[in-house]
């Protein structure tokens, strides 16, 4: 039996640039799939590292709006403790009740006078009481008239109070004056 070869075979300059050919293609796919990788794996890198960044500026804005809130509640700490103090400061320094106009008249009452009544309407005061000398009470008035806190200080009325008008019987007097609308306590 004979054999035919029906294929055409190649010259073997054909062959070497088939061969030629079939490298380049090996090679230029390799290079082009090494770049697409390259880029891919870039690509993945950039991703993971926006995304640590995004987690990273995430749990920083949660810990700087946990320090906002804090923040906010101090300051609303803050003005509560402001009005607490200024009312506080309104009651020491602006008092609405005569204890402290009390404390300094007491304080200026020489030993032998002797308070009975102490009236205030708004910023009018009124002083009534007795003493045994006439000196001492105008010592007293001119005591009250040297403070910061009164101004007006009048002595309206010094009368005797028994009927025998001797000079061993209580003097009874009545002070009048006004309260000073910026006096400060110290």
Not at 4 to 23: C, D, M, V
Not at 39 to 59: E, F
Not at 79 to 95: C, G, N
């Amino acid at each position: 039996m004979k054999e035919f070869n029906l294929i055409k075979t190649l010259s073997p300059q054909k062959k070497q640039r088939l061969i030629y050919w079939l490298y380049l293609t090996i090679i230029a796919f390799v290079l082009i799939f090494s770049l697409i990788t390259i880029y891919a794996i870039h690509g993945i890198y950039s991703l993971w590292q926006y995304k640590t960044k995004y987690r990273n500026l995430k749990n920083t804005i949660a810990y700087e709006q946990t320090l906002l809130n804090e923040i906010k509640s101090f300051n609303d700490q803050h003005s509560i403790l402001k009005k607490k103090l200024a009312k506080i400061d309104k009651f020491l320094h602006k008092p609405a009740n005569p204890c402290h106009y009390l404390q300094i008249i007491s304080s200026l009452i020489p030993e032998e006078v002797a308070l009975t009544t102490y009236k205030q309407e708004k910023k009018s005061m009124q002083l009534e009481g007795h003493a045994f000398g006439m000196q001492q009470v105008i010592a007293f008035s001119q005591a009250l008239k040297t403070t910061d806190v009164f101004d007006k200080i009048q002595l309206t009325s010094l009368t005797h109070q028994a009927s025998n008008k001797s000079t061993h019987a209580p003097l009874r007097f009545v002070i009048k004056g006004t309260i000073k609308k910026n006096f400060i306590l110290s």
